[in-house]
């Protein structure tokens, strides 16, 4: 695999940074349903920057869209985060988290298109839009260009950058959202939960248990697959994962969650465990938006089993996949694998 092959390289060089053209583009998939980056894609891109970017310093930043600020106040912000330390990059649930310097929090939530991208020294930034075109420039925001102003060629990768961290080595955080639901946050410490909207329990931690699974799902009468997605019985699962988890469990998204049997429920805490986990390996699921720091779209998509795989013949069965919608949300499954009432004796074999 040409990817891997390419990201081992950057793992192994971080300062060999070029931008990638996304030479992944067969699985690329432009879909109508809205798919935020999940765990495995933020877990991934906190991996890379956390070698590539702890302690250093970010000296200011420009924003060029001020909603993408959502706290405290943008002239604040611009205050706060000037010449603070990089002391810790993580993740909780959906949120990228960077420890800076001064017991203060700095939270990304890449929401549908949000991305991190990492600018080597040299590149310059090409604000003139903003005079020349308004409108255009709300939409487009600045241009980046490693040679003179005004930029004379456009780099699609770069386009769309609501906010720039400028770090004091010369290199560029630019956070591009094309459709500017993303929102960065700058909290005190003592004020975690509240930065983080009061997260359940990370899946991929000690605990989140079997046991802990069943206390969450007692009493919930919603079908499991909207109980999945809510961010406080479990951090970080989104659509893609949850369709995933339910076909490696063998449960219909419709169940009601408080029907599962215990060993149903240990099935699925196993299968939200192994997709999560596979999807990190992968580096993400890339349908629309996501590209990891250095532009490449993960390759994930290549190893799902069921999301976005109607019509397509079950990998264990041969039963095409199914489509239908819960909570508003695109939902896949195999009718046979996982059924929504239990097995007549006559079926079994
Ligand atoms: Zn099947």
Redesign the pocket.
């Known amino acids: 695999m040409a990817c891997h092959c390419w990201k081992e390289t950057n793992r192994q060089d971080l300062k060999s940074y070029e931008i990638a053209s996304s030479r992944l583009g067969s699985v690329l998939m432009k879909s109508s349903e809205e798919n935020m980056p999940e765990l495995p894609e933020v877990e991934y891109t906190a991996r890379q920057l956390r070698h590539a970017i702890i302690d250093t310093t970010i000296q200011d930043a420009l924003v060029f869209w001020e909603r993408s600020i959502g706290h405290p106040s943008l002239p604040d912000f611009l205050a706060e985060i000037a010449n603070r330390r990089i002391l810790g990059v993580r993740r909780r649930g959906k949120f990228l988290v960077m420890d800076l310097e001064g017991d203060l929090l700095l939270t990304i939530h890449r929401r549908m298109s949000g991305n991190l991208l990492l600018l080597p020294p040299g590149w310059q930034v090409d604000t003139s839009l903003h005079e020349t075109d308004p409108a255009a420039w709300d939409r487009k925001g600045p241009t980046f260009c490693q040679g003179e102003i005004p930029c004379t060629q456009f780099d699609p990768e770069t386009a769309y950058c609501r906010v720039c961290f400028n770090l004091v080595d010369g290199r560029r955080l630019l956070f591009t959202d094309p459709r500017k639901f993303g929102r960065i946050e700058l909290w005190p410490r003592e004020r975690e939960a509240e930065a983080l909207e009061n997260l359940g329990p990370e899946p991929l931690s000690a605990e989140f248990t079997v046991e802990r699974l069943v206390h969450s799902l007692a009493g919930r009468r919603g079908a499991i697959k909207q109980v999945l997605l809510s961010q406080h019985v479990i951090a970080g699962l989104g659509n893609i994962y949850a369709d995933e988890a339910l076909f490696y469990a063998g449960i219909h998204p419709l169940r009601r969650a408080d029907t599962l049997t215990p060993d149903e429920v240990r099935r699925l805490h196993e299968g939200i465990v192994a997709v999560l986990t596979l999807g990190i390996e992968h580096g993400g699921t890339s349908f629309n938006e996501y590209r990891d720091l250095w532009g490449e779209a993960g390759d994930n998509y290549n190893h799902v089993r069921v999301y976005h795989q109607q019509g397509r013949p ?6 095409p ?1 199914e489509r239908i919608v819960v909570g508003q949300r695109g939902t896949h499954f ?5 059924r929504l009432l239990p097995i007549r004796p006559a079926e079994r074999s």
């Open positions: 079950c990998v264990r069965c041969g039963t996949v195999c009718p046979n694998c996982q």
